[in-house]
């Protein structure tokens, strides 16, 4: 007898959910702003008109006058992009909100001009049944600054052994599954999440690593690990992973994501899948873009992160995928640690550092002032992410909700100088003198974020 | 010099310097009273993270032997099993103003991290698997005294280098001082990028006969456990030092403690050939050395006979 046909019927879809706290509706007029926003190629000086959180008009700069009631915000030898999005940080929220909460974690988001997050389930207790799911949208409506989205775990208590009730987060609101910190280490588990993908939808995001490879390592396995006397991480922990996932994916005709690709290899297989037609996108972090293992030769436990920067061939191979397309949007994996914790030695440490309010200036600095990438690369790749997930895309049109960052990229700053939003200060990128300031984020319609120099004058 | 943290941060000189210091001292412990007055007041602090014998008690005798005071502090049986950590113990400690914090810790990079956190100068008693300088300027003493000079000598490492501090340290020390090392072992236990500490990598003993000096390391236990080689057979047949393949004017050296019949056959151990007690006689002087160098030496404190002061001085 062959089983009945599923019907999409039994499956109730629901709209994948990003959740924030109630706001006033922006009313703001940006005038003398240069905007861009590679999507629908603005690129020259406009004056920007924001109603109801609305974007009303866009006009060539001085031909707007602002109505009543309306802020007036001086862009002149400003930038204006959509908001950037971020498919992968840790809130921390429930259960170790002593390194970060959702009002905190969306601050330090606001200011890094973030107008959308999705937070990663490997928290205490873990995101992987429905109540937890609920509770955290409900923390959301009341805490979040910017919307924030979920995703569950693919695997019940995050164990890898068997699968969660994904439909049913699914009809919640799950903005996908992850086992984020760690990899569906079982091919079989891996396979049934792919299959049952074809019920729940929702895309796979995956932390690529193979434990038995990665083992006790800290640090990226080369000459300066061996120098250091510190166990390695191979970059093959990584890459073999991305092969096999997307073997899977392709076989099963499933979905998946592949998180912070650290290693050349990785570029190599996602790029081979891609090719083959395997239904693969994939990130990569500020850190694995601009630095490389050379910055942990003094042990910094700012710097340990999973994956662990690489070699500078790694570096280079992560920002040419970016150049090429292979890799489709910057996630910061912001993974925020309290002091104490990191105060230890580099292998005792938690792998992870803090990244929402430094990752456009890091990959401005680093990347677009050398001329490695454009400015409209960067922006596209910071405003992709949720896109991948079918969610948000930031864009710059008018009756769109107003998602908009004004950045200052002539502004200096020190990393660190005036402490961070964040409730952790684990900054990979600490005392780094840093070029491109955020002066306002709006999410979603609100003001989210506002500069303390930045003055607004009411019409 | 303030500290003591690391071999790559020593260059030929300043190992020249206090080898020459230990020298000197070698006879102190030659008398019949083993003691000079040279940092009498001073206080020298033992934290060991690890179980350790000869080192602790190394680094014991050569502070009484300048006359300073040591108090020990073993992280059993002490507040760290209660869960305090390193940077509050180290805190703690630093209240009873210590001139100087021998650390002994399973993680690299402790040593440094302690000199972030106390004014008194640190030593590094051996940080994880990444250095153990005292265990190579002892090393480098021992072979002064053994060949006069190490240049141009070639010095072959055997063993299970990828989890070795002393391997690390040696490697950089030797090398320092002229010699052209070598590094050999099972390929399971040989860390990836080695050879990019200048040293050459080996996997088998066939050319050891080109060995001025065969340095064997520690073939630790649990490794068998971890299955990097597939026996302690196979290894010894592979990789043990034993009378067939240990040439009569090679100098045979180890860090102790020895696993006979492992790593080396006990006949090698008990050879004219191996210096592995004068290498532990050599581990006080140098460790005096080490202890004058950070606290009265050149670059560090300045020397005085007066009492000191009750609060801690930042050089």
């Known amino acids: 007898m062959t089983p009945p046909e599923p019907t999409p019927s039994t499956v109730q879809r629901s709209e994948v959910r990003l959740v924030s706290s109630p706001a006033r509706p922006a009313g703001l007029l940006v005038h003398g702003v240069h905007v861009l926003d590679p999507r629908t190629g603005l690129d020259g000086l406009h004056d ?67 107008c959308a997050l999705v937070g990663m389930p490997n928290t205490d207790p873990v995101i992987d049944s429905a109540p937890v799911l609920g509770a955290l949208f409900d923390a959301a409506a009341r805490d979040a600054r910017v919307p924030v989205g979920f995703m569950p775990c693919i695997t019940r208590g995050q164990q890898g052994h068997e699968l969660t009730e994904m439909a049913e987060l699914r009809a919640m609101g799950a903005a996908g599954f992850t086992d984020d910190g760690r990899p569906v280490v079982d091919a079989g588990v891996m396979r049934r999440a792919l299959q049952y993908q074809r019920l729940c939808g929702g895309v796979l995001a995956l932390h690529e690593e193979d434990p038995a490879l990665s083992h006790t390592g800290a640090m990226h396995e080369g000459e300066l690990s061996a120098l250091l006397g510190v166990a390695g991480i191979p970059s093959v922990s990584e890459s073999t992973m991305v092969a096999r996932d997307c073997a899977l994916a392709g076989y099963e005709g499933g979905r998946i994501h592949v998180q912070h690709l650290s290693a050349l290899e990785s570029v190599a297989a996602v790029a081979a899948a891609k090719a083959r037609g395997v239904q693969v996108t994939c990130e990569a972090s500020p850190h694995h873009l601009t630095m490389t293992d050379e910055d942990v030769r003094s042990l910094d436990t700012r710097r340990k992160m999973n994956p662990p920067l690489r070699s500078a061939a790694d570096r280079e191979a992560i920002v040419e995928g970016l150049r090429s397309g292979v890799i489709d949007c910057i996630a910061t994996d912001h993974a925020p640690h309290a002091r104490d914790e990191k105060e230890v030695p580099f292998e005792q440490a938690p792998m992870g550092t803090t990244g929402l309010e430094t990752a456009f200036a890091v990959v401005y600095t680093a990347l677009v002032v050398p001329g490695a990438l454009t400015l409209s690369l960067v922006v596209e790749k910071m405003t992709a992410g949720l896109g991948l997930l079918g969610l948000l895309v930031p864009q710059i049109a008018v009756g769109e909700p107003a998602n908009l960052v004004l950045v200052d990229l002539a502004a200096e700053w020190v990393v660190g100088e005036s402490g961070y939003e964040s409730r952790s200060d684990n900054c990979a990128f600490a005392d780094r003198r840093l070029q491109g300031k955020v002066l306002l984020t709006v999410a979603a319609g609100a003001v989210a974020y506002r500069e303390r120099s930045i003055m607004l004058s009411a019409a | 010099m303030k500290h003591l943290l690391s071999i790559e941060d020593l260059d030929r000189e300043a190992i020249e310097r206090i080898l020459d210091r230990a020298a000197a001292f070698a006879e102190v412990s030659d008398r019949d009273i083993k003691k000079v007055p040279a940092l009498r007041g001073r206080t020298v602090l033992n934290l060991f993270y690890e179980a350790s014998t000869r080192t602790r008690s190394s680094f014991e005798l050569a502070a009484k032997r300048l006359s300073a005071d040591v108090v020990n502090f073993a992280s059993s049986g002490s507040s760290v099993e ?19 914090i021998v650390i002994r810790s399973p993680y690299a990079g402790a040593a440094a991290l302690v000199a972030g956190w106390t004014p008194a100068s640190v030593i590094n008693a051996g940080d994880g698997k990444h250095e153990h ?66 040293c050459t990598v080996r996997y088998d003993l066939d050319d050891l006969r080109e060995a001025d000096v065969v340095y064997a390391l520690r073939m630790q236990n649990e490794r068998m456990d971890q299955a990097f080689v597939p026996s302690l057979r196979e290894y010894a047949a592979q990789y043990q030092i034993n009378g067939r393949r240990l040439g009569p004017r090679q100098v045979l050296m180890h860090p102790g403690p020895v696993n006979r019949g492992v790593e080396l056959s006990g006949e090698v151990v008990d050879s004219p050939q191996a210096v592995i007690t004068m290498q532990v006689k050599a581990g006080v002087v140098v460790r005096m050395a080490v202890l004058f160098e950070v606290l009265a030496g050149a670059g560090g404190r300045t020397s005085r006979t007066a009492p000191r002061p009750t609060e801690p001085q930042l050089a």
């Open chain 1, 48 to 114: 920007v008109l924001v109603r109801d959180g609305e974007i009303a008009e866009i006009g060539v700069a001085g031909t707007l006058s602002s109505p009543a009631g309306v802020e007036l915000v001086d862009g002149t030898g400003r930038h204006l992009f959509p908001g950037f999005v971020d498919p992968h940080v840790h809130l921390r929220t429930p259960g170790q909100e002593y390194k970060e909460d959702l009002e905190t974690g969306t601050r330090a988001a606001a200011a890094g001009g973030y």
């Open chain 2, 82 to 100: 209660k869960g305090e950590s390193l940077k509050d113990t180290v805190l703690t400690l630093t209240a009873h103003s210590p001139d100087a």
């Open chain 2, 133 to 198: 300088p005292t265990q190579a300027l002892l090393d480098v003493h021992t072979l002064r005294q053994k060949l006069g000079s190490l240049d141009g000598r070639s010095i072959w490492i055997v063993g299970d280098v990828a989890h070795s501090r002393v391997a690390r340290s040696n490697i950089l020390a030797f090398q320092k001082m002229g010699a052209h090392v070598t590094v050999c072992g099972p390929p399971t236990l040989m860390p990836r990028g080695i050879e990019a500490l200048g």
